[in-house]
């Protein structure tokens, strides 16, 4: 069983910059996976944020954050991170990290098989 832990989430100012980490472990995340990230601020629905799947390494985004974050991964193939760049108020939730084996449609949150724990990222104006 794949388990999913993030870190490097924080406080930081607005147009400050984080990086969040999530690092698989318990299992072997294949080459045709998918990792993701998504979001959820108070009183929110979890949104979509950034995906890299297969092994081309193919990346999606959400409109909110393009040009801003960037979704990554490692060779190994177990750990993705995010680099969050210009940062905003309204980028302020808890960032969860998910995963499926297989490459999902990557908006769809019912898709992913596994989820982390969640990383609280403040941002202040």
């Known amino acids: 069983q794949v388990q999913l832990v993030e870190s490097g989430g924080g406080l930081v100012q607005a147009g400050g910059s984080l990086r969040l980490s999530c690092a698989a472990s318990g299992g072997t995340l294949s080459h045709s996976s998918t990792m993701a990230w998504f979001r959820q601020a108070p009183g929110k629905e979890r949104e979509f944020v950034a995906a890299?799947?297969?092994?081309?390494?193919?990346?999606d985004y959400a409109d909110s954050v393009k040009g801003r974050f960037t979704i990554s991964r490692d060779n190994a193939w177990d750990t993705t991170h995010l680099q969050m760049n210009s940062l905003e108020p309204e980028d302020t939730a808890i960032y969860y990290c998910a995963a499926d084996q297989l490459m999902v449609p990557v908006h769809t949150k019912s898709a992913y098989d596994y989820w982390g724990q969640g990383t609280q990222v403040t941002v202040s104006s």
């Open positions: 890299v799947r297969g092994s081309a390494r193919n990346t």
